[in-house]
């Protein structure tokens, strides 16, 4: 059997080395953060040498039942996820999200890595790939998962483009802050989730419209991180700074991150003219972050003017919004609908780097390179999952996208595959429609797990 090499262990990493492994499979999973001489060594977004850190939110979205994330994460926990699991085993109060501990998250799964006998950890910086690239199914040759995320690094950088040949893209995302829950003045504030959907476990600072007009003018005029010779800011469009939004009109924001809709303040009954929401990082509720407030701007800036939201006059920061690189290849150029490199069918491509944006879709990816690979080391060709299902549908969407105009994509109905005329006539309502897209879909997650043989789990 082929042993499987997993290089990163961010969240597709080690998904896929467990996936593998649980399968039967030997699994060596790289990852080159590692305490060197006594110190770590990390890279420009993370903080700890763990695996699975969340180094930006820390909620894999809605558990709303009938919606396109709520799907994919029950196809995920019906295909045997350990990441789901285990985000399931640590989530904290987030109304109709799942939000989870960030540092109990990546303990657990650093220690399910560190319990399965299967996985071998090797902490150093792979450069080459070139052992992937020895054919022949029925070898002891390396089959290699690429999930080294958004951080990869220069050299294997530079070996992905020679080997796909015709290069990749990079854009950058970014990291929201964090402040002390102590330092919230809560009496400036109110909880609440919106339309009240689940519980109310968010923060809400409430602005009228003078604050809100005197925040929005700060913002403006604060002064940016500085950039780089080498950098060239090509934000992702789903996820881009609050500046940027700023700028693009005074009204912007609050139809944006700071969107009162269904926010209703109960200590007035009104809506305010803005919100700035806070959720949970973890169970002691101790820390916040502020959601949707990702920055390029000074640390010095950044405290001057998130201190101007009301509940936040006398904030202590844990963290401060950041900017880093996200590396990711021009998928439909390159991949197969298994996560093949077309040109060295024995390395795959799994997580952000593979064209997928968000926690979740970067475990499912993780998941399905691990089923995919797991087939390849006994000689089998795999068996895509069926475009109905949401798993499908995102890998589909990576694969068949158009390669001149690619960028990584959530799960979203949009991504689904249609229904079909008829019942688009008789199905009218659009809740109703996502329903019968999602009853489908696991109906066809059903049947692909039937004919493969993968192991039947109940969901949760």
């Given at each position: 059997?082929?042993?499987?090499?997993?290089?990163?262990?961010?969240?597709?990493?080690?998904?896929?080395?467990?996936?593998?492994?649980?399968?039967?499979?030997?699994?060596?999973?790289?990852?080159?953060?590692?305490?060197?001489?006594?110190?770590?060594?990390?890279?420009?977004?993370?903080?700890?040498?763990?695996?699975?850190?969340?180094?930006?939110?820390?909620?894999?979205?809605?558990?709303?039942?009938?919606?396109?994330?709520?799907?994919?994460?029950?196809?995920?926990?019906?295909?045997?996820?350990?990441?789901?699991?285990?985000?399931?085993?640590?989530?904290?109060?987030?109304?109709?999200?799942?939000?989870?501990?960030?540092?109990?998250?990546?303990?657990?799964?650093?220690?399910?890595?560190?319990?399965?006998?299967?996985?071998?950890?090797?902490?150093?910086e792979v450069t080459s790939l070139s052992p992937g690239l020895v054919e022949g199914r029925n070898g002891a040759t390396h089959c290699t998962i690429v999930a080294t995320g958004p951080l990869t690094s220069d050299a294997l950088s530079r070996e992905i483009e020679r080997l796909a040949g015709s290069g990749?893209?990079?854009?950058?995302?970014?990291?929201?802050?964090?402040?002390?829950a102590e330092s919230i003045e809560m009496n400036r504030v109110y909880f609440a989730a919106r339309w009240d959907k689940g519980t109310a476990d968010y923060v809400n600072c409430p602005m009228d419209r003078s604050e809100y007009e005197r925040f929005l003018n700060a913002l403006l005029a604060a002064e940016?991180?500085?950039?780089?010779?080498?950098?060239?800011?090509?934000?992702?469009?789903?996820?881009?700074?609050?500046?940027?939004?700023?700028?693009?009109?005074?009204?912007?924001?609050?139809?944006?991150?700071?969107?009162?809709?269904?926010?209703?303040?109960?200590?007035?009954?009104?809506?305010?003219?803005?919100?700035?929401?806070?959720?949970?990082?973890?169970?002691?509720?101790?820390?916040?972050?502020?959601?949707?407030?990702?920055?390029?701007?000074?640390?010095?800036?950044?405290?001057?003017?998130?201190?101007?939201?009301?509940?936040?006059?006398?904030?202590?920061?844990?963290?401060?919004?950041?900017?880093?690189?996200?590396?990711?290849?021009?998928?439909?150029?390159?991949?197969?609908?298994?996560?093949?490199?077309?040109?060295?069918?024995?390395?795959?491509?799994?997580?952000?780097?593979?064209?997928?944006?968000?926690?979740?879709?970067?475990?499912?990816?993780?998941?399905?390179?691990?089923?995919?690979?797991?087939?390849?080391?006994?000689?089998?060709?795999?068996?895509?999952?069926?475009?109905?299902?949401?798993?499908?549908?995102?890998?589909?969407?990576?694969?068949?996208?158009?390669?001149?105009?690619?960028?990584?994509?959530?799960?979203?109905?949009?991504?689904?595959?249609?229904?079909?005329?008829?019942?688009?006539?008789?199905?009218?309502?659009?809740?109703?429609?996502?329903?019968?897209?999602?009853?489908?879909?696991?109906?066809?997650?059903?049947?692909?797990?039937?004919?493969?043989?993968?192991?039947?789990?109940?969901?949760?």
């Open positions: 059997m082929t042993r499987i090499r997993v290089i990163g262990a961010g969240l597709a990493g080690p998904e896929a080395a467990l996936t593998a492994a649980r399968l039967g499979c030997e699994v060596d999973l790289y990852e080159m953060r590692a305490i060197v001489h006594g110190k770590p060594r990390l890279t420009p977004a993370h903080q700890t040498t763990e695996f699975g850190e969340l180094v930006c939110s820390n909620s894999l979205k809605s558990e709303s039942e009938n919606t396109a994330p709520w799907l994919l994460k029950q196809e995920m926990r019906r295909a045997g996820s350990t990441l789901m699991r285990i985000a399931d085993e640590t989530a904290v109060p987030a109304g109709h999200a799942l939000a989870v501990d960030r540092v109990e998250f990546s303990r657990r799964i650093t220690e399910a890595i560190a319990a399965q006998a299967k996985i071998r950890v090797i902490r150093e990749h893209l990079a854009f950058y995302d970014s990291i929201s802050p964090i402040v002390e940016p991180a500085e950039e780089k010779a080498w950098e060239k800011l090509d934000y992702f469009e789903g996820c881009l700074p609050i500046e940027e939004l700023a700028r693009r009109g005074r009204d912007t924001l609050r139809f944006g991150p700071m969107k009162p809709v269904g926010l209703r303040d109960p200590r007035t009954g009104k809506t305010p003219w803005a919100v700035v929401q806070l959720r949970k990082e973890n169970l002691r509720a101790d820390s916040y972050n502020l959601v949707g407030f990702q920055n390029h701007l000074k640390f010095g800036e950044q405290a001057r003017v998130l201190r101007l939201i009301p509940g936040l006059e006398n904030a202590r920061f844990l963290r401060y919004g950041q900017i880093h690189r996200n590396t990711y290849i021009c998928a439909p150029a390159l991949l197969d609908q298994c996560l093949r490199l077309k040109s060295a069918p024995v390395i795959m491509f799994a997580g952000q780097i593979c064209g997928v944006e968000g926690y979740t879709e970067s475990i499912a990816s993780g998941m399905l390179a691990g089923i995919y690979a797991a087939a390849l080391s006994r000689g089998e060709e795999p068996v895509p999952l069926p475009r109905a299902t949401a798993l499908g549908s995102l890998v589909h969407y990576v694969t068949h996208a158009d390669a001149r105009s690619f960028q990584p994509a959530n799960i979203t109905f949009d991504l689904l595959e249609p229904l079909d005329d008829e019942t688009r006539r008789r199905v009218r309502d659009k809740k109703e429609r996502h329903r019968v897209q999602c009853e489908r879909a696991l109906a066809a997650f059903e049947d692909w797990r039937a004919a493969t043989g993968h192991p039947a789990l109940e969901p949760r």
